[in-house]
C-alpha cells in the first residue's frame, strides 16, 4: 500500500497561507524536490491545484518566467511532470497532467492508496483536514518557518478528533526552518 505524506510549510503560529511569508529559499526548494520525487503523485483540492497551476505550469512558450528564479526551475520541472489527482465536485475536467477524484472520498484516496508505488503527496488545506479526519494519512511533514503571521488560516483546523502524532525526523535548514515528520501514533 503506498503511504499518504502531509506535506506543507507552516509559521510558527500555524498559518498555511501561502502569502503568510513562507516562500522556500534555494535549500528548501531543493528540499521539496526532493520530496516529490519520492512520490508518484500528487493529491490536491480544487483551490490548490488552481493555484498550483497557476505558479507551477509551464507556460505555452516553455519559457519559465522572469519572477522565477533560475533554482526554481528544478521545481516546477519536477511538479510540471508530476501525475495530479483533484479532488473537487466543482470541475468537470482537469489538465496538466491530472485526473478527477470523484465520489466519496475515503474510498477514492484508499483505492489510490492501494495502487503499487512509492507514495502519494497531499497539500493544502480543507482536503488534508478531512483526509486526517479519515484516517488516511500516514506522514506528515511540516517545515516550520520562523515567522508569526499573526493571521490564519491555520494547519490542520476544523478537525473533529484530536490526532496525537510521534516524532520520527527532525532537521533544521539555514533560513532557520525546521523539518518536523511525524507519522500517526497508535
Known sequence: MR???YAINVTLDGCVHHEAGVAPDEELMRFWTEQMTQSDAE????VTFEMMREAWRRPDDGVWPDWMETWEHDFADTLDRAKKYVVSSTLDEVDWNAELVRGD???AVRALKEQPGKGLSVGGLA???ALTDL?????FLF?????VAGHGPYLLEGLRERVNL???ERREFG???TLMRYTPRP
Open 135 to 139: 484516517g488516511l494519512i500516514d506522514e
Open 175 to 177: 533560513s532557520g526552518a
Open 166 to 168: 510521534e516524532l520520527v
Open 143 to 147: 517545515v516550520v518557518h520562523p515567522i
Open 43 to 46: 493529491l490536491y483540492g480544487r
Open 105 to 107: 472520498l475515503g474510498e
Open 127 to 129: 482536503l488534508s483536514s
Open 3 to 5: 503511504p499518504l505524506r
